[in-house]
């Protein structure tokens, strides 16, 4: 169970494009969602959260507009980078987590996206 | 603020013998807390966690982890390492306050099993 599908696993596209990646949660409700970025060193930073039918919340440094979120039901979350360019070549991770207290959060298997 | 220490960039243990992947964290309140392991290219895999309740926590793969509330630790082990364990290991805390509560993550080490 608490299986998570994130789609495409990689992406290659030339600079200016937009990039939608989908996060799904398969066998759960998914009250809330993350969207992460993971760094050549290894470290996660949290970029947004995103509960069903209302705002994501971002974290200080993250542009809103750059990075669009969209949490409309309780299984699907969108990330679309808009007007990509290189710098944001990286691996963007979702994860899904139910309402319950204490519950880990359910990874994806990440998107590898490299802008040319 | 909430944090989690990894110190360990890499641990290298042969393959056969016990592992300890350390954690540290600090956290107002009583601590949730998680490990995860990530493989090549893919997402987290939840591995275990401690909410309450009794300190060693058995979890996925034969791994387990001792809550160490005097310690703040959290140290991951397994008695019996296999080169298949060999990845990125990340340990994560969030307080347990009512309400939302963002997770910490530490920034991972690498476990290397050597055959």
């Known amino acids: 169970g608490a299986v998570v599908s994130q789609h495409p696993s990689r992406v290659i596209c030339k600079s200016g494009t937009s990039v939608k990646i989908e996060c799904r949660s398969l066998?759960?409700?998914?009250?809330?969602m993350f969207w992460y970025r993971q760094f050549p060193k290894k470290s996660l930073m949290l970029m947004a959260t995103?509960?069903?039918?209302?705002?994501?919340?971002?974290e200080q440094g993250v542009e809103k507009d750059k990075f669009l979120i969209n949490h409309a039901s309780l299984t699907l979350s969108t990330l679309t980078v808009t007007s990509a360019h290189p710098e944001d070549s990286s691996f963007y991770i979702c994860?899904?987590?139910?309402?319950?207290?204490?519950?880990?959060?359910?990874f994806g298997d990440g998107t590898r996206l490299s802008i040319l | 603020a909430q944090s989690v220490a990894q110190p360990e960039d890499q641990v290298n243990v042969a393959e056969g013998n016990p592992l300890t992947v350390k954690c540290t964290y600090s956290?107002?309140?009583?601590?949730?807390l998680f490990w995860y392991v990530q493989y090549p290219n893919r997402g987290l895999q939840f591995l275990l966690k401690?909410?309450?309740?009794?300190?060693l926590v058995k979890g996925s793969y034969g791994f387990e982890a001792e809550f160490n509330k005097s310690q703040t630790s959290f140290h991951l082990k397994k008695p019996s390492a296999l080169v298949s364990d060999s990845a990125l290991y990340f340990c994560?805390?969030?307080?347990?306050?009512?309400?939302?509560?963002?997770?910490?993550f530490g920034i991972g080490t690498k476990l290397q099993v050597i055959p």
């Open positions: 066998d759960f409700q998914a009250t809330t």
């Open positions: 995103s509960n069903e039918g209302s705002k994501a919340t971002y």
């Open positions: 401690y909410i309450t309740g009794d300190n």
């Open positions: 956290v107002s309140g009583n601590p949730y």
């Open positions: 994560a805390v969030r307080g347990s306050y009512g309400g939302y509560q963002k997770v910490t």
């Open positions: 994860s899904a987590q139910t309402g319950m207290d204490g519950q880990p959060q359910h």
